[in-house]
């Protein structure tokens, strides 16, 4: 257990439909950062943040896809209208300083 | 553009031989680099990570790492293997905070599987 925590583990939903996602960092860790791995693929970057502030949106954030972090504690990634093709482990990690990133357990998401 | 290449996609050993992954790397800037590993359904496990100093450097699990700046490098080697390390192992770079908020790229990792 790293100390990350992402809810829910999983989540089935149908094309067309809305999901969110939350991640519960590491109390002192002020990055936060998401990522999507799709099946037989390396985790690829989506989002991070530093505190509250969105600092940089990969171009695989597509405007379906919203992220928040009000007052640099949780965060939450929404999909809206989803795709067969969002169907991925969504991941979140944490970072303090310069150092390494821990990763929470994932949400895995279906849509079918 | 930064990479990260894993060649193999599927390695099997038998339990209680040894163990090496490859991992190459493009970047321009000195690099850190990180080994994870990943259990069906799981979340990243660190293993280890190189930043500065000793090029050889050890993890958890009796795994080590050998960065080679010359060979774009950063092998994972374990000399002993047991079943419970069959899964899937992730090399990735961090990039610099100044230009890239010290995101990760990752390979497309490896899938070690153990015969008994």
């Known amino acids: 257990d790293t100390g990350v925590s992402q809810n829910p583990r999983h989540k089935i939903t149908k094309r067309g439909q809305n999901v969110t996602f939350r991640c519960d960092p590491i109390s002192e860790h002020n990055r936060l950062y998401w990522y999507r791995q799709t099946l037989g693929q390396g985790p690829e970057f989506l989002t991070y943040f530093q505190n509250e502030a969105q600092l940089e949106k990969s171009r695989l954030l597509s405007d379906r896809f919203s992220a928040e972090r009000p007052k640099g504690s949780f965060s939450t990634l929404e999909i809206q209208r989803t795709e067969q093709g969002d169907s991925a482990m969504y991941l979140c990690a944490t970072l303090a300083g310069t150092d390494t990133q821990y990763f929470g357990p994932g949400t895995r998401l279906t849509v079918l | 553009a930064q990479s990260v290449t894993q060649p193999d996609i599927h390695i099997t050993v038998s339990e209680g031989a040894s163990l090496e992954l490859r991992c190459n790397y493009s970047?321009?800037?000195?690099?850190?680099l990180f080994w994870y590993v990943q259990s069906p359904g799981q979340g990243l496990q660190l293993l280890l990570k190189?930043?500065?100093?000793?090029?050889l450097v050890q993890g958890i699990k009796g795994f080590e790492a050998e960065f080679k700046r010359s060979q774009s490098s950063f092998n994972l080697r374990k000399p002993s293997v047991h079943w419970s390390d069959a899964a899937e192992y992730f090399c990735?770079?961090?990039?610099?905070?100044?230009?890239?908020?010290?995101?990760?790229?990752f390979g497309a990792g490896t899938i070690l599987r153990v015969k008994s």
């Open positions: 970047y321009g800037a000195t690099p850190y």
């Open positions: 990735a770079v961090g990039l610099s905070l100044m230009e890239y908020g010290n995101k990760l790229v």
């Open positions: 190189y930043f500065s100093g000793d090029t």
